[in-house]
C-alpha cells in the first residue's frame, strides 16, 4: 500500500514529500496544542478506550465523554466566545 492508496481509501489524511514531514509534523503538533488541554486529553482517553469495543459501547462511551467535557470552564468559554463572534457579525 503506498501513500497515493492510503490517501485514496481514506487511511491518512494528508500525503507530504518525505522533505516536509517533520515540517508538517510540527505543524500538526502546534495546531493540536493551541486546543483546549482537557478536550484534548479526553479525545486521547476516548481513543484509546474505544479501540478494542465494539460499536455501540464506543458510542456510549465517547457521549459520556462528551458529556463531561462539556461540563468544564474551558467549553463554557468557548461557546461564550462563539456566542460572542456570532453575535458581532
Do not use: F, N
Request: some cysteine; hydrophobic content about 45%.
Amino acid at each position: 500500500l503506498d501513500a497515493t492508496e492510503a490517501l485514496a481509501i481514506d487511511l491518512v489524511h494528508r500525503v507530504v514529500s518525505p522533505d516536509r514531514v517533520m515540517e508538517e509534523a510540527y505543524a500538526m503538533a502546534e495546531q493540536i496544542a493551541s486546543l483546549p488541554p482537557k478536550a484534548i486529553q479526553m479525545s486521547k482517553a476516548a481513543l484509546y478506550r474505544c479501540v478494542d469495543r465494539d460499536l455501540e459501547t464506543s458510542l456510549h462511551l465517547t457521549a459520556a465523554m462528551q458529556g463531561l467535557i462539556q461540563c468544564t470552564d474551558e467549553h463554557q468559554q468557548a461557546v461564550a466566545d462563539l456566542l460572542a463572534t456570532i453575535g458581532e457579525s
